[in-house]
Nanobody, 127 residues
């Protein structure tokens, strides 16, 4: 089992930046591919970004490509989401997720493929 705790959300003006962090505890962090998802009320949870166990492969939703960057610090058991040039439509609760996988280079964009989830952190972008 792994526990995930997100931080770094908040209120920012359009065009601004935020950096989300997700600290993992429990089992070996490097056993997990990691992902960020977001959800607004009344809508399904949507994929934002993913990173493989090794960190060599990443994947992004088209809506955030070129603005968001996912990274991981395996020594700190933490995954990050750097969000630049934020837009009002980025407003959502952002969730960190962990997927146990034997494949070091695999990423996953599908929420149901993840085993563990954090509690979420609110990001609000004002226009």
């Amino acid at each position: 089992q792994v526990q995930l705790v997100e931080s770094g959300g908040g209120l920012v003006q359009a065009g601004g930046s935020l950096r989300l962090s997700c600290a993992a505890s429990g089992r070996t962090f490097t056993s997990y591919a990691m992902g960020w998802f977001r959800q607004v009320p009344g809508k399904e949870r949507e994929f934002v970004a993913a990173i493989s166990r090794s960190g060599e492969n990443t994947d992004y939703a088209d809506s955030v490509k070129g603005r968001f960057t996912i990274s991981r610090g395996n020594a700190k058991n933490t995954v990050y989401l750097q969000m630049n040039n934020l837009r009002p439509e980025d407003t959502a609760v952002y969730y960190c997720a962990a997927k146990e996988t034997a494949l070091t280079s695999r990423t996953s964009t599908i929420p149901t493929g993840y085993n563990y989830w954090g509690q979420g952190t609110q990001v609000t972008v004002s226009s």
